[in-house]
Nanobody, 125 residues
Framework: QVQLVESGGGLVQAGGSLRLSCAAS????????MGWFRQAPGKEREFVAS????????YYADSVKGRFTISRDNAKNTVYLKMNSLKPEDTAVYYC??????????????????WGQGTQVTVSS
């Protein structure tokens, strides 16, 4: 069955960096657009970034543009989220998601077929 497993979360001070990874199995990774979302306590899950299955085109939420970078390694069936200049408001559980043959702009949770279990990112001030 399809599995998406996130890792790389943790506690970091404001201004610091983290790199999240999401390892996929049970699917043809190269044909899936991948996305990152986050959910803070008491808030709805929100879009962070997406990367298209073909061409590697990327799309970011305005709140992270210029600070976060999404990338993928199809040979390793893994998508990454490099997070720089972290702020306390970036604190959330971060989830990766997958949609086969998805477009570049994939900001709605309903467009994704598969989800990981999430990894906690906490940014202290």
């Amino acid at each position: 069955q399809v599995q998406l497993v996130e890792s790389g979360g943790g506690l970091v001070q404001a201004g610091g960096s983290l790199r999240l990874s999401c390892a996929a199995s049970g699917l043809s990774f190269s044909t899936y657009t991948m996305g990152w979302f986050r959910q803070a306590p008491g808030k709805e899950r929100e879009f962070v970034a997406s990367i298209r299955w073909r061409g590697g085109f990327t799309y970011y939420a305005d709140s992270v543009k210029g600070r976060f970078t999404i990338s993928r390694d199809n040979a390793k069936n893994t998508v990454y989220l490099k997070m720089n200049s972290l702020k306390p408001e970036d604190t959330a559980v971060y989830y990766c998601a997958a949609d086969e043959f998805g477009t570049t702009v994939m900001a709605e949770t309903t467009r994704y077929d598969y989800w990981g279990q999430g990894t906690q990112v906490t940014v202290s001030s």
